[in-house]
């Protein structure tokens, strides 16, 4: 089963405003990532947020982590054409580095 | 740097064929994985390697082998090809420890029919 689950699975939007996606997970974590896959290419990493930290910036990405709620959510700000893509969450799985996916949210953004 | 590379892009096969998707990453790291990506989904883990000479299984192994053959290369191998194994397939790598960020290579597109 999956650990991370994204909400919505679809969102389009237009030029300029802004996206949110967010991420449900069932364990405990140490730390949440979020990754972009373009169509038909391999997942590109975003962001990285801790378990001790709330709010991460990178330029127009915003990322809140909720322990107590379990929960994540990535802001796109002033979204571009260039946003649309696939966006999915990943939490750390098992006692090696692997990680674990998410369905993932696909992102429309109309010019 | 190349990243992670993956051979071949595209490949199409009858059922009960075999093949083997080729990985090679050039960023020294250590830990590398396969991935199967079914449309409109998630990536599921179908092997990993911890480092060289380990392979353990991961979520969705049945049906494949894969081979480490030394710290740049991880394999991925079908030996009896079916229809359920039409995907995409994602190779990753990443440095043991701390960090588990995933570097992804571009993909290898298979149908079986």
């Known amino acids: 089963s999956q650990q991370g689950e994204e909400d919505p699975q679809a969102l389009s939007i237009q030029e300029g405003e802004n996206a949110t996606m967010n991420c449900s997970y069932k364990t405990s974590i140490n730390n949440l990532q979020w990754y972009r896959q373009n169509s038909g290419r391999g997942l590109v990493h975003l962001i990285l947020i801790r378990s001790n930290e709330r709010e991460k910036h990178s330029g127009r990405l915003r990322v809140t982590l909720d322990t107590s709620k379990k929960s994540s959510s990535l802001l796109i700000t002033a979204s571009r054409a260039a946003d649309t893509a696939s966006y999915f969450c990943?939490?750390?799985?098992?006692?090696?580095?692997?990680?674990?996916f998410g369905g993932g949210t696909r992102l429309m953004v109309k010019p | 740097n190349a990243g992670v590379t993956q051979t071949p892009k595209f490949q199409v096969l009858k059922t009960g064929q075999s093949m083997t998707l080729q990985c090679a990453q050039d960023m020294n790291h250590n830990s590398m994985y396969w991935y199967r990506q079914d449309p409109g989904m998630g990536l599921r883990l179908i092997y990993y390697?911890?480092?060289?000479?380990?392979?353990d299984k991961g979520e969705v192994p049945n049906g494949y082998n894969v081979s480490r053959l030394n710290k740049r290369e991880f394999s991925l191998r079908l030996e009896s090809a079916a229809p359920s194994q039409t995907s995409v397939y994602f190779c990753a790598s990443n440095i043991p420890g701390g960090v588990e960020t995933q570097y992804f290579g571009p993909g290898t597109r298979l149908l079986v029919l």
């Open positions: 390697s911890a480092s060289e000479g380990t392979t």
């Open positions: 990943a939490t750390p799985r098992g006692a090696g580095n692997m990680l674990t």
